[in-house]
């Protein structure tokens, strides 16, 4: 007991400083949008964040990706259309109805459900299953909300970055977590294999292997989800990136960068102009009217006449 007493404090130690998170970047200007990203994301899209820990940046090293870490949108709990679901999560965890929430698996917490706010300040990137079905969509989240309490699998990770590093000291299957077929479901996870597992419940490609037959068939195989990392999420042909830029070019509202000519001048052709200022005309008169081309030649402005009646109101 003392022994494991032991074991128990040296590990929470070794996380706690795996955990301990850079500052250096806080204050740098964000590139994005986080009220744009929560106008954008959508329940089923799994959210990927630059992480500033130590562990985070192992993570970067071995996977050569800026994505440390992936999460789960599941959305608002009013978006969840089950109440039973709902319920376990008001009374359980204590969520409010009106904010969005992930779903993740953390290193020293295991797999928990935070607030979206919680990365405002990071930056993040939306992937998004293209073409999911708002029933799939369910499954996606309903399998996330019932691995809530999993704890977080270090030594799975550690294999991992045995399995990844391009040079070894021990064969990269010996011994290793990641090639375990054990029947049932396992209790512990990590962030992408929790993501991945929910994804292959509704047979979702994240990046399948394809095998051609000898007849020319294609054959698509799921990959073990034990291997996926936060960056095959980015690489995956079916995931759409979304974007949410700080500053997007599509407010710039550009349209009120025409070339209008005047902002009182309504004209249906060349022939037919009038101003708002301007009374009902004769049809003589309209007839004998210039068009704005030869009233700005002879005068330097536009001064034409409403239509009369027989040409119709605009």
């Not at 500053?247 to 902002?263: Q, T």
Request: with cysteine.
């Amino acid at each position: 007991m003392v022994t494991f007493g032991i074991k128990k404090r040296l590990l929470h130690a070794f996380t706690h400083w795996l955990n301990h998170e850079s500052t250096s970047n806080l204050n740098l200007a964000p590139l994005s949008s986080f009220d744009r990203l929560c106008y954008e994301v959508r329940p089923g899209d799994v959210i990927l964040i630059e992480g500033r820990s130590r562990v985070s940046e192992v993570i970067k090293t071995i996977t050569q990706s800026p994505w440390t870490h992936s999460a789960l949108y599941i959305g608002h709990l009013y978006e969840l259309e089950n109440p039973a679901l709902q319920k376990t999560l008001v009374n359980e965890y204590h969520l409010e109805m009106g904010k969005p929430y992930i779903i993740e698996a953390l290193l020293g917490e295991g797999t928990v459900i935070y607030p979206l706010e919680k990365y405002s300040k990071e930056h993040i990137r939306i992937c998004r299953p293209n073409g999911l079905s708002p029933e799939d969509t369910r499954t996606v989240v309903g399998y996330a909300i019932n691995r809530l309490g999993s704890d977080y699998d270090i030594r799975h990770l550690l294999d991992l970055a045995r399995f990844m590093l391009p040079y070894n000291i021990l064969p990269r299957r010996w011994r290793s977590c990641l090639f375990s077929h054990k029947p049932g479901l396992q209790t512990r996870t990590v962030c992408s294999t929790m993501i991945g597992e929910a994804f292959q419940t509704v047979r979702f490609p994240i990046l399948p292997f394809a095998e051609k037959t000898a007849d020319n068939k294609i054959h698509l195989y799921q990959r073990n989800p034990r291997l996926l990392t936060p960056r095959d999420f980015d690489f995956s042909p079916y995931f759409d990136i979304i974007k949410y830029p700080f500053f997007n070019l599509n407010d710039l509202s550009l349209y009120r960068h025409l070339p209008w000519a005047n902002a009182d001048l309504y004209c249906n052709n060349p022939d037919d102009c009038y101003t708002t200022e301007t009374t009902n005309t004769p049809a003589a008169d309209c007839a004998k009217s210039r068009t704005p081309s030869e009233e700005l030649e002879s005068t330097g402005t536009i001064s034409a006449t409403e239509p009369d009646a027989s040409r119709g109101k605009p």
